[in-house]
């Protein structure tokens, strides 16, 4: 059964401090990987987008790692600030019109 | 610049009644998706088109309905027949391109009151 499953439901950390939320799928075949992030009330916006052969890419502070082989991704927060609470978002795809989403992980940054 | 509106960005629904969610897009896209989000769960799929005139249902299509006249317009009717519709509705397109995924709007959030 093709799904993606996301660690932890949510986190709290102080601002500045980093973070690393998970990611792993059972989606085949595999196309590729986003990381979206969602603030409260809007639509979620795109960070990363890995295919089979990228093993890290990163957007300003945050960084995507990709291991095709054991179907985990991570997502790491450098140096948190209040405006990354948000939930961040998973979605795997296995091409055409078939993607896989994760639950997300509800992040919340403290002063 | 290209995007996807939604409007209206909040909506009261009274019992027993239909109402439309629009969904616009300036982004050349062709297929064009509307997902339901509910707090603690992912997003689910209600309905999506991948070209003007053809529509397909999603996992939750029931109690709810689409049209697709234009490639631009893909507005969600929610009817009456959708017994619990309060959630947040976000409708997506597609780039098919080189960075093949979803661009998504910044949603509508339905009430019922």
């Known amino acids: 059964k093709n799904q993606v499953e996301q660690s932890p439901q949510s986190l709290i950390i102080l601002e500045g401090k980093n973070c690393t939320l998970q990611?792993?799928?059972?989606?085949?075949?595999?196309?590729?990987l986003r990381w979206y992030k969602q603030d409260t009330g809007r639509g979620p916006v795109s960070l990363t987008i890995?295919?089979?052969?990228?093993n890290t890419k990163s957007n300003g502070r945050y960084t995507a790692t990709l291991d095709a082989d054991t179907k985990q991704s991570s997502l790491h927060i450098t140096a948190s600030q209040l405006s990354d609470s948000a939930s961040y978002i998973c979605?795997?795809?296995?091409?055409?019109?078939?993607?896989?989403f994760g639950t997300g992980t509800s992040l919340t940054v403290i002063p | 610049d290209g995007g996807i509106t939604q409007s209206p960005k909040y909506l009261f629904r009274k019992e027993g009644q239909n109402v439309t969610l629009s969904c616009e897009q300036n982004?050349?896209?062709?297929?064009m998706y509307w997902y339901r989000q509910d707090p603690g769960q992912g997003l689910r799929l209600i309905y999506y088109s991948q070209i003007v005139n053809d529509f397909q249902k999603g996992d939750i299509a029931e109690g709810y309905s689409v049209s697709r006249e234009k490639k631009e317009s893909f507005p969600l009717t929610v009817t009456s027949a959708q017994k619990n519709p309060t959630a947040f509705y976000l409708c997506?397109?597609?780039?098919?391109?080189?960075?093949?995924?979803?661009?998504f709007g910044s949603g509508t959030r339905l009430t019922v009151v």
């Open positions: 997506a397109s597609i780039d098919r391109g080189r960075n093949y995924g979803y661009t």
């Open positions: 990611c792993n799928y059972t989606v085949s075949p595999f196309s590729n």
């Open positions: 982004l050349n896209h062709d297929a």
């Open positions: 979605v795997v795809s296995a091409g055409g019109n078939q993607f896989y």
């Open positions: 890995m295919t089979f052969s990228e």
